[in-house]
């Protein structure tokens, strides 16, 4: 059996691949400079976005009323995401909007985070897209509009409204309902078994000398690249999207994906690439994830495949569980039993989709509304953020040694005993 090599053989391969980092990173943000240029030489500049979020927000004026407005929350063509206020009730979210911004102001810094503009919306694009279409699509196949609103984020990426986040965040399942690197997973694998036995008769007859794993992969790669410009490329998806990819090419060249070099360098490809990427808190988590894996699978490789498969979700949630309280707050009595809602996710999902295509998909929206309904018991916790200091140093000395790794254990259940007792 051949052997998996590492992707570093020596220090100089390590210096070529940082120089090519530091030149792509340099080019991804002149390029993003140049765009802030164009938008910011001006006092204003005619832009065309598209509309991610609405909400209401209301404030108190400095002659004591209360004054009630519209915040959206746009994508530029170009990629920025800004805030702006309007008093226009009939937007929809994903319309395609074009606005005359006044950003002349704001900083590089701010651009490349988040920044808040005024706006006169000039025109808002009336033709239906196929997005649009497919949710609704989905609002027909349903009778209550917040199962409906669930659906479209599975499928479409749509934006919850804050109370279903509040509660998905409480009951631990928020990653569920955001399209990322999960639902990728999922989709992967179901798209590899759906191809595999007309590609292995065709392959049989046509072409014996192909491999299986190479040709469904680009098909696969394809589908997926087609779907993500559908969903007009939401960041979670995107850095999923590319880590699938990478992960592929470093495969097929028979270097070891199981590392934390592999892991390291991934992630500084893609803030090269997308330095957009710094900022997305969903980027760091999901990384974080991946480490906390790695790391389970590094360590505990002498387990069967058996006890891996019940112990790394629980494990993984322990190991996320101080990021999600320090920096979310959610916490319900029913929110460890996100690790039983996440397997039997990948079950759900596909089956969702089957329904849906055949105008059944109503059909498991009891299964749903329950799981709403579960949330009956919740807090919102305030933990400084120094706290996640020493699961971070406990998480850097378990990268050596594995006792460390029950003290990282250890450290999880206090924030878990701790939520409880809270509550």
């Not at 204003?44 to 927000?57: F, G, R």
């Amino acid at each position: 059996m051949l052997q998996k090599v590492s992707l570093f053989q020596e220090k100089k391969d390590l210096f070529i691949a940082f120089f090519i980092l530091a030149f792509i990173s340099f080019y991804s943000l002149l390029m993003e400079y140049n765009n802030y240029i164009n938008l910011t030489k001006f006092d204003s500049q005619i832009i065309n976005a598209t509309l991610l979020k609405q909400y209401s927000k209301t404030k108190v004026t400095k002659n004591g009323k209360s004054k009630s407005y519209q915040v959206l929350k746009l994508k530029t063509s170009q990629g920025a995401l800004f805030y702006t206020s309007s008093k226009n009730l009939s937007l929809r979210v994903g319309a395609h909007l074009q606005l005359e911004v006044w950003a002349g102001k704001i900083s590089f810094y701010e651009y490349m985070r988040s920044f808040y503009a005024f706006s006169k919306i000039l025109r808002e694009e009336k033709l239906i897209d196929l997005k649009q279409e497919l949710n609704l699509s989905i609002q027909k196949q349903h009778l209550q509009n917040n199962i409906a609103a669930i659906y479209q984020a599975l499928y479409t990426a749509k934006q919850l409204s804050k109370e279903l986040q509040q509660k998905f965040s409480s009951l631990g399942i928020s990653h569920l309902v955001a399209i990322s690197g999960f639902h990728l997973g999922v989709l992967s694998a179901l798209l590899f078994f759906l191809f595999k036995k007309p590609y292995q008769i065709l392959q049989n007859r046509f072409f014996p000398y192909r491999s299986y794993k190479v040709d469904s992969f680009v098909l696969i790669i394809f589908l997926l690249f087609a779907y993500m410009l559908f969903l007009d490329t939401p960041a979670s998806l995107l850095r999923a999207f590319s880590m699938l990819f990478i992960g592929f090419i470093l495969y097929d060249r028979g270097i070891q994906l199981l590392s934390m070099q592999t892991l390291f360098i991934t992630t500084l490809l893609l803030l090269a690439l997308f330095p957009r990427l710094i900022f997305s808190l969903g980027f760091g988590l999901s990384i974080g994830g991946v480490f906390y894996i790695l790391l389970f699978l590094i360590h505990f490789k002498h387990l069967s495949k058996l006890w891996q498969f019940f112990l790394l979700p629980v494990w993984v949630y322990l190991m996320m569980l101080p990021y999600s309280l320090i920096i979310f707050g959610n916490f319900s009595f029913y929110h460890p039993l996100s690790i039983v809602w996440s397997t039997l996710f990948t079950i759900f999902y596909p089956l969702s989709i089957f329904l849906h295509l055949i105008n059944q998909g109503d059909f498991l929206d009891i299964v749903i509304l329950k799981l709403t309904q579960m949330n009956n018991r919740s807090i919102v916790l305030d933990i400084s953020t120094l706290y996640l200091l020493p699961t971070l140093i406990l998480s850097f000395l378990g990268l050596f040694w594995r006792r460390f790794l029950f003290v990282l254990l250890l450290n999880s259940l206090v924030f878990l005993t701790y939520s409880y007792l809270k509550l």
